[in-house]
């Protein structure tokens, strides 16, 4: 039986610390992909593309060849032909060149090997991101307990197939295309719908948003995690295996302190008073700040001792509505939402995709790519490369560490805000006076920041990137890791800001699934840096740092939003000020 919302709000800390962790273990992994393909490229994945001409696929490529006879060194040799004569008798057979075809434990890896696997990491990136629009749609109108039963499911299944792949992966290796499949939708279930937890939390809304997002992008720690305890000699398949195992306790208690229902936004509910108004002519439940409001009009009206003429009252449906239930009826209703399509065509949101698509290209670029670039920093030294994808991998907990930093500017000084009502002052004249500064445009204010900061970082990180130093690139490393977080921070508190809180998880698929099919130009940016350019990304790095310039017109917007939000602002307390002059009385019913 699923826990109704009134007992998810009071486990909501311990929901909200499970799902910091299980993001952590189970949602986007995918994101330490450089540590993940090593271990793959040592379980032997797709070695047999590099397989000399005439070798069969399905040889086993651990055992050694034979070599042919009568020599016993003929291996070494570029062919019986090839003689230098250096005289007096002497002479000289040319080797093979040291820099023959790679091996990583016992497989051999190559080229080949490196494009089909980053094509496999490719199409479970892009699920990553392309699923969350159908996931937003299901979960705003179902809720987040199946979604997530669902994704625990599928990361369990992942695990299992990769386990079963690194069994025969002479014959098996397609199923990391099937797991990584799995992975990214399941992990991505993990992830959404967490982002609606924190509705539970008022005004520290933001702050948790920005949690479950750190979390989400520090899950790119797990798999260096893994190789550390796959370096340590324990099998590749038992790790998947109690891997998956883990996974089903993300089903259990998932399936335990999970409601059925949506959150709602903590304007909408306050998860403790529910009343059913069937007898004031409506038959809807309100809660917390509705019923507050709904119940104010009726008595400002009633205070007012304007009486309505019995044949002025107002009918509905053949009955007679009293004069509070008239109130109810034609000032208490509750404001339209706009609909998806109108929303998804407002400036903010089209300029978030355009932020939103440069630097998840930018950011998925570097990771795909990150490994053969280390590779030619450092001469091909397999055991140097693998110490900095460790130290990336490490340094993805920034990421949990540095994005409630973003999330303490989105909530900056919104304890201090009202919802733009007026309240009467304890003054003699009963005078009206602002609570506070407008919610909304604070909430727009912070935003501004936030995407200032980021993409002043962006642009640091693609400066960074530019430079072929290897020490250097550590630095390129932490600056990844935090735009990482500052970014998905920053458009998750925009989101919850600007827009319905029943739209937040359509809005936020749509803008992961037009970023993903946009981020999926990072397959033709690395066939070209490993082709054309061989394996220099300097051109393609020069090409992203000109469209990271690009995530600087959303600010620039914000700016004149906000402007408009201050006049708008300004006129309706104008014109409160005239109201109260015309009406020639200082007492608030009076022009209510």
Same mark, same amino acid.
């Given at each position: 039986?699923?826990?109704?919302?009134?007992s998810?709000?009071?486990? /909501?800390?311990w929901m909200?610390?499970?799902?910091i962790i299980?993001?952590?273990?189970?949602?986007?992994?995918?994101?330490?992909?450089?540590?993940?393909?090593?271990?793959?490229?040592?379980?032997?994945?797709?070695?047999?593309?590099?397989?000399?001409e005439?070798?069969?696929?399905?040889?086993?490529?651990?055992?050694?060849?034979?070599?042919?006879?009568?020599?016993?060194?003929?291996?070494?040799y570029?062919?019986?032909d090839?003689?230098?004569?250096l005289?007096?008798g002497?002479?000289?057979?040319p080797?093979?060149?040291?820099?023959?075809?790679?091996?990583m434990?016992?497989w051999?890896?190559?080229?080949?090997?490196?494009?089909?696997?980053n094509?496999a990491?490719?199409?479970?990136?892009?699920?990553?991101?392309a699923?969350?629009?159908?996931?937003?749609?299901?979960?705003?109108?179902?809720?987040?307990?199946?979604?997530?039963?669902?994704?625990?499911?599928?990361?369990?299944?992942?695990?299992?197939? &990769?386990?079963? #792949?690194a069994y025969?992966?002479?014959?098996?290796?397609?199923l990391?295309?099937?797991?990584?499949?799995?992975?990214?939708?399941?992990?991505?279930?993990?992830?959404?719908?967490?982002?609606?937890?924190?509705?539970?939390?008022?005004?520290?809304?933001?702050?948790?948003?920005?949690?479950?997002?750190?979390?989400?992008?520090?899950?790119?720690?797990?798999?260096p995690?893994?190789?550390?305890?796959?370096?340590?000699?324990?099998?590749?398949?038992?790790?998947?295996?109690?891997?998956a195992?883990?996974?089903?306790?993300?089903?259990?208690n998932?399936?335990?302190n999970?409601?059925?229902?949506?959150?709602?936004?903590?304007?909408?509910?306050?998860?403790?008073?529910?009343?059913?108004?069937?007898?004031?002519?409506?038959?809807h439940?309100?809660?917390?700040?509705?019923?507050?409001?709904?119940?104010?009009?009726?008595?400002?009206?009633?205070?007012?001792?304007?009486?309505?003429?019995?044949?002025?009252?107002?009918?509905?449906?053949?009955?007679?509505?009293?004069?509070?239930?008239?109130?109810?009826?034609?000032?208490?209703?509750?404001?339209?939402?706009?609909?998806?399509?109108?929303?998804?065509?407002?400036?903010?949101?089209?300029?978030?995709?355009?932020?939103?698509?440069?630097?998840q290209l /930018?950011?998925?670029?570097?990771m795909?790519?990150?490994?053969?670039?280390?590779?030619?920093?450092?001469?091909?030294?397999?055991?140097?490369?693998?110490?900095?994808?460790?130290?990336?991998?490490?340094?993805?907990?920034?990421?949990?560490?540095?994005t409630?930093?973003?999330?303490q500017?989105?909530?900056?000084?919104l304890?201090?805000?009202?919802d733009?009502e007026?309240t009467k002052?304890?003054?003699?004249? #009963?005078?009206?006076?602002?609570?506070?500064?407008?919610?909304?445009?604070?909430?727009?204010?912070?935003?501004? /920041?936030?995407? &200032?900061?980021?993409?002043?970082?962006?642009?640091?990180?693609?400066?960074t990137?530019?430079?072929?130093?290897?020490?250097?690139?550590?630095?390129?490393?932490?600056?990844?890791t935090?735009?990482?977080?500052?970014?998905?921070?920053?458009?998750?508190?925009?989101?919850?800001?600007?827009?319905?809180?029943?739209?937040?998880g359509?809005l936020?698929?749509?803008?992961?699934?037009?970023?993903?099919?946009?981020?999926?130009?990072?397959?033709?940016?690395?066939?070209?840096?490993?082709?054309?350019l061989?394996?220099?990304?300097?051109?393609?790095?020069?090409?992203?740092?000109?469209?990271?310039?690009?995530?600087?017109?959303?600010?620039?917007?914000? &700016?004149?939003?906000r402007?408009?939000?201050?006049?708008?602002?300004?006129?309706?307390?104008?014109?409160?000020?005239?109201?109260?002059?015309?009406?020639?009385?200082? &007492?608030?019913?009076?022009?209510?």
């Amino acid at each position: 039986m699923p826990p109704t919302l009134a007992s998810a709000f009071a486990r /909501r800390w311990w929901m909200a610390v499970t799902a910091i962790i299980e993001n952590l273990l189970f949602s986007a992994v995918l994101l330490g992909w450089g540590s993940l393909l090593i271990m793959l490229k040592s379980e032997g994945f797709y070695s047999y593309l590099c397989n000399e001409e005439g070798n069969s696929s399905s040889s086993n490529l651990s055992q050694i060849l034979a070599t042919p006879a009568p020599y016993d060194y003929a291996d070494y040799y570029e062919s019986e032909d090839t003689v230098v004569g250096l005289g007096d008798g002497v002479e000289m057979r040319p080797l093979v060149p040291a820099d023959g075809p790679l091996q990583m434990n016992g497989w051999l890896i190559c080229k080949d090997q490196d494009e089909m696997l980053n094509l496999a990491f490719t199409v479970g990136s892009f699920l990553l991101s392309a699923i969350t629009l159908p996931l937003g749609i299901v979960m705003d109108k179902y809720g987040p307990r199946k979604l997530r039963l669902l994704g625990s499911t599928c990361f369990g299944l992942s695990c299992l197939l &990769i386990a079963y #792949g690194a069994y025969q992966p002479n014959e098996l290796s397609v199923l990391i295309f099937i797991a990584l499949t799995f992975n990214g939708f399941g992990g991505m279930c993990m992830t959404f719908t967490s982002l609606t937890l924190p509705n539970m939390f008022g005004d520290l809304r933001s702050t948790f948003i920005a949690l479950m997002i750190g979390s989400y992008a520090s899950s790119a720690v797990t798999f260096p995690g893994v190789k550390v305890i796959y370096d340590l000699g324990v099998s590749f398949i038992t790790i998947l295996v109690v891997w998956a195992a883990c996974a089903g306790l993300v089903f259990l208690n998932c399936f335990f302190n999970w409601p059925l229902e949506p959150f709602p936004g903590p304007e909408d509910m306050d998860y403790t008073v529910k009343i059913k108004f069937s007898w004031l002519g409506f038959d809807h439940k309100i809660t917390g700040k509705q019923f507050y409001r709904q119940v104010t009009t009726v008595g400002r009206r009633l205070s007012v001792g304007n009486s309505l003429k019995e044949n002025e009252l107002a009918v509905k449906d053949g009955n007679k509505l009293c004069l509070s239930t008239m109130d109810l009826e034609m000032d208490c209703k509750p404001q339209e939402t706009p609909s998806f399509f109108k929303t998804i065509a407002t400036p903010i949101f089209l300029l978030s995709l355009v932020t939103m698509c440069i630097t998840q290209l /930018r950011l998925l670029f570097y990771m795909g790519a990150m490994n053969s670039v280390l590779e030619s920093l450092t001469d091909g030294d397999l055991n140097t490369v693998s110490l900095y994808s460790s130290i990336f991998g490490v340094l993805q907990l920034l990421c949990l560490m540095t994005t409630p930093v973003i999330g303490q500017i989105m909530d900056w000084k919104l304890k201090e805000c009202d919802d733009g009502e007026e309240t009467k002052t304890s003054g003699n004249n #009963g005078q009206i006076k602002k609570k506070g500064r407008d919610k909304k445009t604070q909430k727009v204010t912070n935003a501004l /920041r936030a995407f &200032i900061l980021t993409n002043l970082l962006l642009v640091g990180f693609g400066i960074t990137s530019l430079v072929p130093n290897l020490q250097l690139q550590i630095v390129s490393f932490i600056l990844h890791t935090v735009v990482r977080g500052f970014i998905h921070s920053a458009v998750g508190g925009l989101y919850a800001a600007v827009y319905p809180s029943s739209l937040f998880g359509s809005l936020t698929g749509m803008q992961s699934l037009v970023s993903a099919v946009f981020a999926l130009l990072q397959q033709p940016l690395f066939l070209a840096m490993m082709g054309p350019l061989e394996g220099d990304p300097f051109w393609v790095n020069i090409g992203l740092l000109a469209l990271s310039m690009l995530g600087f017109l959303l600010p620039l917007y914000l &700016i004149c939003y906000r402007r408009t939000l201050l006049k708008e602002q300004q006129e309706k307390e104008d014109n409160a000020k005239i109201y109260i002059k015309i009406n020639g009385t200082n &007492i608030p019913e009076a022009y209510v």
